[in-house]
């Protein structure tokens, strides 16, 4: 799929996820970062998100802290929703799992992601709140 000029994305990404947030759809891109790359390959890999179409968000897992911190000093102020958190983590709590963006603001990957979601009446907020 992302061989065709109409539907590539910016970036081979490890995968593409669509959850639902406060029941509305979300897609965003996956990275599994396992160490550190040079700022240089950050560099590139910013512009490739930068450029991004097809995704809106980019969620960066990792093995430990320390790199966490690393990643998230590689991604500072990124214009796209760009989220890191330690990858045990997300397989335990998914969208409740605590991340980081690149401003350094915490939240739920849930709320980081509602981020995207278009405004919403206070009616249909009523509607799409979990019960």
Not at 91 to 115: C, F, G, I
Request: no cysteine.
């Amino acid at each position: 799929m992302n061989l065709s000029p109409a539907t590539a994305y910016a970036k081979v990404y490890d995968g593409i996820a669509s959850v639902l947030v406060y029941g509305r759809s979300v897609e965003f891109a996956i990275e599994y970062e396992r160490t550190l790359k040079s700022r240089a390959k950050y560099e590139k890999i910013r512009e490739a998100i930068e450029s991004e179409k097809r995704v809106k968000a980019f969620l960066y897992l990792v093995p430990a802290y320390e790199l966490l911190h690393g990643i998230t000093d590689a991604f500072w102020r990124m214009k796209q929703l760009v989220l890191f958190a330690l990858v045990d983590e997300f397989k335990k709590d998914r969208l409740d799992t605590r991340v980081r963006d690149s401003w350094y603001r915490e939240s739920s990957l849930q709320d980081a992601l509602a981020q995207m979601l278009p405004a919403t009446t206070d009616a249909q907020r009523v509607f799409l709140m979990p019960q």
